[in-house]
């Protein structure tokens, strides 16, 4: 379930470096770490309940290309395209872009990487109107 059928070339991510096998990566910015120890100027994702707007907040995406690409690689999240390469078109994993999986439970394919303009990320949930979100 981790692969994408579409994934021929049998994706490896690290995870707490232990070689994995899986197409699909988290957004990084959804917290993790139980004491929400993070710092910076992005605030993390740490329970649903502060998900103002699930439907537009990626939890997982395929983020294979990009390691087929890229095979040294070793992170295997949604924060490796969304902001170091903010932009899926060119590690798109499918035609139309990457398959995004939202909180709300839905599945949408995009060619564009919405992100904060301030941070560059995908920390949707920081963002107090449209005006400060921009597609990539």
């Excluded at 995870?15 to 993790?32: F, Q, T």
């Amino acid at each position: 379930m981790l692969i994408c059928p579409s994934d021929t070339n049998g994706p490896k991510a690290s995870w707490h470096w232990r070689p994995i096998a899986l197409s699909y990566g988290m957004n990084s910015y959804i917290d993790w770490v139980p004491t929400g120890s993070h710092t910076g100027s992005i605030s993390y994702l740490k329970h649903s309940a502060q998900a103002k707007n699930p439907s537009s907040i990626v939890h997982m995406a395929d983020t294979w290309r990009y390691f087929v690409d890229n095979p040294t690689a070793t992170f295997f999240n949604v924060k490796s395209l969304g902001v170091s390469r903010a932009n899926v078109r060119g590690w798109a994993a499918h035609a139309g872009g990457r398959n995004n999986l939202y909180l709300d439970g839905h599945v949408e394919t995009q060619n564009k990487v919405t992100v904060v303009i301030a941070s560059g990320a995908e920390n949707v949930w920081d963002a107090t109107g449209p005006a400060q979100l921009s597609d990539r």
